[in-house]
């Protein structure tokens, strides 16, 4: 008897950095990296939500209410992408806390946690997320970040 894999709860973004990402140290700049995270936090929408038209979750509203990352590597430029991994690591009722990880192959450069929150803009305030929304996040949930914690 053979068991059947897990399923995959995570979603890959290949990115490209810009030669304008690198900093007077010669690395990609701490700034640039929300940059990176936002552009495969798009993509993902797209792929996630493409049951209800894709962008549908970006024209209803989200907004993003905490980000934090830790730095592991230095990440220089080149002209091949870097693979951006993203789960989901808690889902509520009108937000959800995402995990990131950019890497190359065995390189580790980054780790990352986001809490995004779906929004009405008409009414600015949030809203809950639509039964196609939860069920979308919800086969992407995976293990919280193993981020190093501040004391």
Do not use: C, K
Not at 25 to 39: A, K, W
Not at 123 to 146: F, I, K, N, T, W
């Amino acid at each position: 008897m053979t068991s059947e894999p897990p399923p995959q709860t995570r979603f890959t973004a290949e990115v490209v950095l810009r030669w304008g990402d690198m900093d007077a140290y010669g690395h990609v700049n701490n700034v640039q990296f929300h940059r990176l995270l936002e552009e495969a936090r798009i993509r993902a929408f797209s792929e996630w939500f493409h049951a209800s038209g894709g962008d549908s979750m970006l024209r209803s509203g989200v907004l993003l209410a905490r980000q934090e990352i830790e730095f592991l590597e230095q990440l220089t430029y080149r002209p091949e992408p870097v693979a951006i991994e993203m789960w989901v690591t808690h889902l509520g009722g009108a937000s959800w806390d995402m995990g990131y990880e950019i890497r190359d192959g065995d390189a580790l450069y980054a780790r990352a946690e986001s809490t995004l929150v779906a929004f009405d803009l008409a009414a600015q305030r949030p809203r809950s997320l639509s039964r196609d929304e939860r069920s979308a996040l919800e086969a992407l949930l995976g293990e919280p970040v193993a981020m190093r914690r501040r004391r």
